[in-house]
């Protein structure tokens, strides 16, 4: 695509978005859509072209398998966080297998760590399962993946070694990562949470991961109905994120009123199953 037919705003664009009734984000910038699709990795690009629907599913244990086999229909996407629940149905399930994944490890606050990598508690043997029968993306937070050592966790008492964790990335796995394919690297303060009100007195304050990519894929799919030239967005299905103060025993780094207030009334294609 040309600059020129890049910097053309199509109908779609040619009006502010704002993305809540309450909120004093407006989104209406050509070139921030094209940065959020960009964000993700190709492989996901390709799927998300190719969708009906994108996915995200909370880690919420209130959701259960024989819901989700329900929910999922054969032209999603799905996108897991960190330490995704069900890793066995999304490896295994006779449909969900077979559904492109994206899969969104947070950093944690400054160190090399991620949730759900190496050294930390992680699923990498049901990644490894995935990665075979369906396209995987990964997409990690503020840097790449490092491939840290035991040495260089702060807080090794807070996750515990067991018998099931794997302390190091395989061969076939660290490609994956190297690979601008199917990995690349999200910012927490990308410009498609420029309005996210962190708390300066809070060390690493920033949105939470589900808030994140759900504000991410609202975005990217405009830029994907842009160069579709279709009338209708990518629909958005969310699977256990909750509007209410359930989330109010969680990480207090993160602005649930603001969260839950721009949860509480889902744009145009957006559908929320809570629980």
């Keep these: 695509m040309s600059n020129t037919e890049s910097n053309t705003k199509k109908p779609i664009l040619k009006q502010s978005i704002s993305l809540s009734e309450k909120s004093e984000y407006i989104f209406d910038d050509i070139s921030t859509a094209k940065s959020a699709f960009l964000t993700l990795p190709v ?20 959701v259960t ?17 960190n330490h995704f629940i069900h890793d066995d149905f999304f490896a295994s399930h006779q449909l969900a297998s077979l559904l492109p994944k994206l899969l969104f490890f947070r950093q944690i606050g400054d160190s090399k760590l991620h949730f759900g990598l190496p050294p930390r508690s992680n699923h990498i043997s049901v990644v490894e399962q995935m990665a075979e029968t369906a396209p995987l993306g990964v997409l990690t937070s503020n840097q790449p993946y490092q491939f840290p050592t035991l040495a260089d966790d702060p807080s090794p008492n807070d996750d515990p070694i067991t018998a099931h964790r794997i302390l190091d990335i395989p061969s076939n796995m660290q490609k994956l990562l190297s690979s601008p394919t199917y990995h690349s690297v999200l910012s927490e303060h990308h410009k498609v949470v420029a309005d996210y009100p962190c708390f300066t007195d809070i060390h690493s304050s920033a949105p939470s991961s589900g808030f994140l990519l759900y504000r991410l894929m609202l975005v990217a799919r405009a830029y994907l109905q842009h160069i579709q030239n279709t009338k209708l967005p990518l629909e958005i299905v969310m699977i256990g994120f909750n509007d209410n103060d359930k989330t ?3 990480w207090h780094g993160h602005n649930w009123d603001f969260e839950r207030q721009e949860m509480s009334r889902p744009l145009i294609g957006v559908t929320i199953h809570r629980y």
């Design 43 to 62: 492989v996901i690009q390709t799927a998300l072209d190719q969708a009906k629907r994108v996915v995200l599913i909370a880690n919420n244990p209130a």
């Design 65 to 81: 398998t024989t819901q989700l086999e329900m929910l999922l229909q054969p032209d999603d996407v799905l996108v897991l966080f």
């Design 248 to 250: 109010a025993h969680f």
